[in-house]
């Protein structure tokens, strides 16, 4: 439920492009030409962990990475990826906000600079059956990501029926029944055509997939001082306009599925909150086991925070 998105970070890193491109040219003029960006879109690099690897050996420099990646370097970011542990965007980012500056650090300890934060939207549920409640979900074969134990095991603990396997078979075992469900951002599921397999798209934003850009410290440190904070705020900025573009096409990847077939299955007030029930029975093992006990906790206690301020707010 949190890792292990290969062929999603690719296509993040596919959206993400014109924006690194638009940041590689502010770079090379703001610095006059000292700093050279040189892209390489459409995955051509490998999945998350393989862009973690070379950077790691030093053969690339920086990378657009979802929480796959992020994770091989720093678990505590898989807490703003907590299941239905979110309302929206707004609570994801307060969340991120406060959770920032400590993760930014932990990062920075492991050798690397978080230059921007981004997301590739909500994951949902597609499935081959209307799925508007966990019971409904429950009856279906659930893939999930190889290697991927503790998600497995807190998705069985739930009442799921998780199928784990590498992303190259899930299209095949969409087609010969292996598997009937997966989660994707509808970004994700129109791009790869795997809804053409799932015609039915539960309204539930489950979890969000978290995204940032990471430059080795080393590399970040060659940099001259004088030209890093512009550097860092152009950066920043584009993060920011990456979140707008990402949020703002969301009802036009799902209409443009819509069109094509898929039908999206409503989940009103009672049937949201059997479903956060049914997740929480599974938060003792992700807290703990998919990301550290005291990430969890700090997301759940920024969380709340930010809840009481914004009803004393409305008063």
């Not at 393989?50 to 050996?57: H, S």
């Not at 309302?87 to 994801?92: A, H, S």
């Not at 396997?165 to 994700?188: D, K, R």
Request: net charge positive; proline share 5%; glycine share 8%.
């Amino acid at each position: 439920m949190i890792r292990k998105y290969s062929s999603i970070a690719l296509l993040l890193a596919l959206a993400w492009f014109l924006v690194l491109k638009e940041v590689a040219a502010q770079w090379g003029k703001a610095s006059g030409g000292k700093v050279r960006v040189l892209l390489y879109p459409g995955g051509r690099q490998g999945d998350d962990p393989d862009v973690v690897r070379k950077m790691n050996l030093g053969t690339l420099n920086a990378g657009v990475l979802t929480s796959a990646g992020l994770g091989e370097i720093e678990r505590s970011v898989y807490a703003l990826s907590i299941p239905l542990a979110f309302n929206d965007y707004e609570e994801v980012y307060a969340v991120l906000e406060k959770m920032r500056p400590k993760l930014e650090a932990q990062f920075e300890a492991k050798g690397f600079i978080v230059l921007n934060w981004a997301d590739g939207g909500w994951n949902h549920f597609f499935t081959k059956s209307p799925a508007a409640t966990p019971e409904q979900m429950k009856k279906l074969k659930l893939f999930t990501w190889a290697g991927d134990v503790k998600t497995a095991e807190a998705y069985k603990r739930m009442g799921y029926d998780p199928r784990p396997a590498p992303s190259t078979e899930l299209v095949t075992g969409l087609q010969t029944g292996l598997f009937e469900s997966f989660l994707a951002p509808p970004q994700v599921a129109l791009i790869t055509r795997y809804y053409e397999q799932t015609r039915y798209m539960t309204e539930l934003p489950v979890q969000i997939l978290m995204g940032a850009t990471v430059i080795r410290k080393e590399t970040w440190e060659r940099i001259p001082a004088d030209l890093r904070p512009q550097l860092l705020k152009i950066a920043r900025d584009a993060g920011s306009k990456l979140q707008k573009s990402i949020r703002d096409g969301y009802q036009r990847d799902v209409d443009a599925m819509k069109k094509a077939g898929l039908t999206v299955v409503p989940v009103d007030a009672r049937s949201r909150e059997l479903w956060r029930r049914s997740v929480e029975v599974g938060y003792p093992i992700i807290r703990g086991g998919v990301m550290p006990a005291e990430a969890f906790d700090e997301a759940l206690r920024y969380r709340d925070e930010y809840r009481r301020q914004k009803g004393a707010a409305k008063k």
